[in-house]
């Protein structure tokens, strides 16, 4: 079986989300870093223009998504699951809630001046000009609204005002009591808003969170080793893509295989990418690519939160 390799960066708060689900599984994995900001030119041969971090390579099938990404770390380790029986629509659809709404709020928190000052005060100041043109770009066009600080204030104690209630009724140690993808969408913000001395203290005001937030932490990342990008498109060359689902999943909107399509987020990062149509299943799609350096590869995409149309 192929290698797990993700390519991500380390202050990526999604890519926490995915270290902290390898973690969970006690999985082995590749660490291949890739750059915070565009251009990213080892990591556009795998996903034909797909930006956003982080993403699950497996020889030579690229996951884009950690919605998806949790779904075939499942495939490889059914146990401890990401999605427990009983409670796969209730982690999913709070996943989801979480990875835009609670995301979007953390984002505007870690974003304010005084946060940004203590966050970049050590770089140079063309990075952090760098920073904010390319986060000006990965956020136009989509459907992702910028939230002010402001508001986000306004609003966070409420939410976590909810989910210290949740944790505090719920029976065993978790949001919907065992471990599932609900608590690794929410950590990953809550990392990200403790990042700071300035906004620290917007988890460390609540008790129950604070403490559940240790125990999803503790989790750990897994065992990682070190790999070269240059290494894991190698890999993608050297290998072929694994056997595609038959589900028998008929598309509403009547794409049919073998059609050239584009695939891209909504919300943000929007950048498509083109390539036939192989596989439109009920949760994921999945495009045929060639690159010169990479080979051939199937690209996956989730069907919540992407746009496919025809060329």
């Not at 973690?23 to 034909?48: C, E, F």
């Not at 192989?278 to 495009?287: F, R």
Request: hydrophobic share 45%; aromatic share 10%; glycine share 8%.
């Amino acid at each position: 079986m192929s290698e797990l390799i993700l390519h991500h960066y380390p202050t990526s708060p999604f890519a926490e989300k995915a270290r902290l689900m390898l973690g969970y599984k006690q999985l082995s994995w590749r660490s291949v870093h890739i750059p915070p900001l565009m251009p990213k030119p080892d990591l556009m041969p795998l996903t034909g223009g797909y930006r956003k971090t982080p993403v699950l390579q497996v020889g030579a099938d690229i996951y884009c998504d950690t919605a998806l990404i949790a779904r075939r770390l499942e495939q490889e380790k059914a146990v401890p699951a990401l999605f427990p029986e009983g409670h796969e629509f209730t982690s999913a659809s709070f996943a989801l809630w979480v990875d835009s709404v609670i995301f979007q709020h953390a984002v505007s928190l870690v974003f304010q001046p005084e946060s940004i000052a203590m966050r970049f005060g050590k770089l140079p100041p063309e990075f952090l000009k760098a920073f904010v043109a390319d986060r000006s770009q990965l956020f136009s066009g989509g459907t992702a609204s910028k939230l002010s600080a402001e508001q986000a204030k306004h609003q966070w104690p409420a939410f976590m005002a909810r989910i210290e209630e949740q944790l505090s009724r719920e029976e065993g140690d978790f949001l919907f009591g065992e471990p599932s993808i609900a608590d690794f969408s929410l950590a990953h913000c809550l990392w990200f808003v403790k990042a700071t001395p300035v906004t620290s203290p917007l988890v460390d005001a609540y008790p129950a969170v604070s403490a559940w937030l240790g125990r999803v932490l503790g989790f750990g990342h897994g065992s990682p080793s070190e790999m070269s990008a240059e290494e894991a498109i190698n890999v993608a060359r050297d290998s072929q893509p694994a056997a595609l689902p038959q589900d028998g999943f008929v598309d509403p909107n009547g794409l049919q295989i073998g059609q050239r399509v584009a695939i891209a987020a909504t919300d943000y990062g929007c950048d498509p990418v083109e390539g036939e149509l192989v596989h439109a299943g009920l949760e994921s799609l999945v495009l045929r690519r060639e690159d010169p350096r990479a080979g051939t590869v199937h690209v996956h995409f989730p069907r919540i939160g992407f746009a496919i149309r025809a060329l």
